[in-house]
Structure formats: structure tokens, C-alpha cells
Antibody
């Protein structure tokens, strides 16, 4: 059974940093494309970033490019999202996803002073 | 960037109804379109990929069609558990984009 468990969310001040983690199990993590998607309170879904398996080519939404970094540790089946220079508009639930088929439960990030 | 316009953004329907949601892409995306269902407080669930292929375990009352720039999600014989938000997403090109969503509520 595929399991994805996000962690690392919380309250952070504007301009601060946070690192989200996603622990994966139940599949061969290294070969799969992994994605972060976020959802601001009461809003729709927004694609944030994707990292391909077996090589790790990365892609970012314009809204986070230069501030967020996606990475993976294939030896430990972990996905990460390093978020720097956080803004109020980054406040959202952040989901990690394996392709399109499997999603974690999400972790809430609140950027506020 | 490819924009996806979903319509309607909100619809009110009754159990047993047939509902159709449209997703229009700003440029051709072949059949690289997925549909998700999301219930409050929960992660999205994949319904349809490749514009028309039903994901494993999804009831057959859900169907998708379309190619190029116009796509539809149809739910026949709407059930109580189908009241939720629905999103389309294009996988044709980065940046990946979602439609604005359609909330299906009970009439």
C-alpha cells in the first residue's frame, strides 16, 4: 500500500524558512516522479513543484521559483521542499503526491507575523 | 503557461441527476488531462486520467471525454457521496496547471 506522510509544517514569520518532508513507502520511490501541490484556505489547488525520478530533473511554479527547492533522498524514500523567503500568500496546506494517483494528507504552513 | 478554465464554478444538483463539468485549455493539450475529486479536509483523489480513462476503483458513473482544448467530466446518477469539489489538471507541459474547480452541492 502506498503511503505518503508529510511533516514540517507550522507557523513561520514572513521572510522565514521552512523545510517540508514527505516520507514515502509501499512503492519503488526512486523511479517515480514526485510533486508538491498546495491549497490556500478556501481556495483551489496550485501545483508547486515536481522532481522526476532517476535523475531528478526539477520544475517550479513561477510563484515559488527562486525561493523553493524540491529535492529527494532516494536511499531513504524521502521527498523535501525547502521554502525560503516565505510570504503570506504561501499560507496553504501542502500535499506531496506520487504521480497523479497517490497523495499524502497534507501539512499546513501558515506565514504570519 | 496553459490556462484551464473550468465551468461552472458551482452547481447545485439532486441525487440521481446527471451533471457535466467542462474544462477548457488555452492551447491544445492532446489528452493530457486528469480529473480529481476533493472532499472538505481531504486530499484530492484521482478520478480520470488521459482525459477519459477511469482510475482503478472509481465508479463507472464517472466518465471523461475530450481532446485538444475542450474536456468534460460527466457524473450520471449522482450519489450523495459525489457532492464534492472537482478539479481538472493539465499534464501536457510545465508549469502544470489546475482548473479553478467546480463545487457540486446538494440542491
Amino acid at each position: 500500500e502506498v503511503q505518503l506522510l508529510e511533516s514540517g509544517g507550522g507557523l513561520v514569520q514572513p521572510g522565514g524558512s521552512l523545510r517540508l518532508s514527505c516520507a514515502a513507502s509501499g512503492f519503488t520511490f526512486s523511479v517515480y516522479t514526485m510533486t508538491w501541490v498546495r491549497q490556500a484556505p478556501g481556495q483551489g489547488l496550485e501545483w508547486v513543484s515536481t522532481i522526476r525520478g532517476s535523475g531528478g530533473v526539477t520544475y517550479y511554479a513561477d510563484s515559488v521559483k527562486g525561493r523553493f527547492t524540491i529535492s529527494r533522498d532516494d536511499s531513504n524514500n524521502m521527498l523535501f521542499l525547502q521554502m525560503n523567503s516565505l510570504r503570506a500568500e504561501d499560507t496553504a496546506v501542502y500535499y506531496c503526491a506520487k504521480g497523479e494517483t497517490d497523495w499524502g494528507q497534507g501539512t499546513l504552513v501558515i506565514v504570519s507575523s | 503557461d496553459i490556462q484551464l478554465t473550468q465551468s461552472p464554478s458551482f452547481l447545485s444538483a439532486s441525487v440521481g441527476d446527471r451533471v457535466t463539468i467542462t474544462c477548457r485549455a488555452s492551447q491544445g493539450i492532446s489528452n493530457y488531462l486528469t480529473w480529481y475529486q476533493q472532499k472538505p479536509g481531504k486530499a484530492p483523489k484521482l478520478l480520470i486520467y488521459g482525459a477519459s480513462t477511469l482510475h482503478s476503483g472509481v465508479p463507472s458513473r464517472f466518465s471523461g471525454s475530450g481532446s485538444g482544448t475542450e474536456f468534460t467530466l460527466t457524473i450520471t446518477n449522482l450519489q450523495a457521496e459525489d457532492f464534492a469539489a472537482y478539479y481538472c489538471q493539465q499534464l501536457n507541459a510545465y508549469p502544470l496547471t489546475f482548473g479553478g474547480g467546480t463545487k457540486v452541492e446538494i440542491k
